[in-house]
T-cell receptor, first 115, second 110 residues
Framework: DSGVTQTPKHLITATGQRVTLRCSPR?????VYWYQQSLDQGLQFLIQ???????AKGNILERFSAQQFPDLHSELNLSSLELGDSALYFC??????????????FGEGSRLTVL | DAKTTQPNSMESNEEEPVHLPCNHS???????IHWYRQLPSQGPEYVIH???SNVNNRMASLAIAEDRKSSTLILHRATLRDAAVYYC???????????FGEGTQLTVNP
């Protein structure tokens, strides 16, 4: 158990819909990262937040957005869903940003299926 | 992001050592070498990381070449539970995101 909690574990929805994925980081961790893992593209970095502020952006589509709240939990919002958005979405947390300490703690992921 | 090259797959027998290679010829002086693994249906799990010197922890050892252009993750006695995809990743000390490649699928035979 990494200490990172993601909900829901599984989600099935239709094209055009909007979903929200939630992540609670490990206690005391200020940074939250979102990754997408699909069969054909591997693990792709989407976005990072540190203490409520966006710190780094990766291959995140404009239809996707994220935020980190004062209690440090984070939400990833996916809208106008397409079949290709079907994937595992992982959240990870770490204690610091800037100087990398070497370890990200990943949750078990949210599996999104778009029909 | 500096790139790493790993074999697509490797096989090992249970209770034997495993040496997983990684080439990173374009590594910069400030890049750390990280290893993560991903077991089936789970999120990636940190294994080990290092900068210049060899590193040991309870899970594995990391041997880094003197020129830092390659490294080897060593599992001293493979178990069936070690069957996973192993990712070798370079991370900048000034940043904190990790870019995952394809990794090496390790199969452990009983």
């Amino acid at each position: 158990d990494s200490g990172v909690t993601q909900t829901p574990k599984h989600l099935i929805t239709a094209t055009g819909q909007r979903v929200t994925l939630r992540c609670s980081p490990r206690s005391g961790d200020l940074s939250v990262y979102w990754y997408q893992q699909s069969l054909d593209q591997g693990l792709q970095f989407l976005i990072q937040y540190y203490n409520g502020e966006e710190r780094a952006k990766g291959n995140i589509l404009e239809r996707f957005s994220a935020q980190q709240f004062p209690d440090l939990h984070s939400e990833l919002n996916l809208s106008s869903l397409e079949l290709g958005d079907s994937a595992l979405y992982f959240c990870a947390s770490s204690r610091r940003t800037g100087t990398y300490t070497g370890e990200l703690f990943f949750g078990e992921g949210s599996r999104l299926t778009v029909l | 992001d500096a790139k790493t090259t790993q074999p697509n797959s490797m096989e090992s027998n249970e209770e034997e050592p495993v040496h997983l290679p990684c080439n990173h010829s374009t590594i910069s002086g400030t890049d750390y070498i990280h290893w993560y693994r991903q077991l089936p249906s789970q999120g990636p799990e940190y294994v080990i990381h290092g900068l210049t010197s060899n590193v040991n922890n309870r899970m594995a050892s990391l041997a880094i070449a003197e020129d830092r252009k390659s490294s080897t993750l060593i599992l001293h006695r493979a178990t069936l539970r070690d069957a996973a995809v192993y990712y070798c990743i370079l991370g900048e000390t000034s940043g904190s995101r990790l870019t995952f490649g394809e990794g090496t699928q390790l199969t452990v035979n009983p």
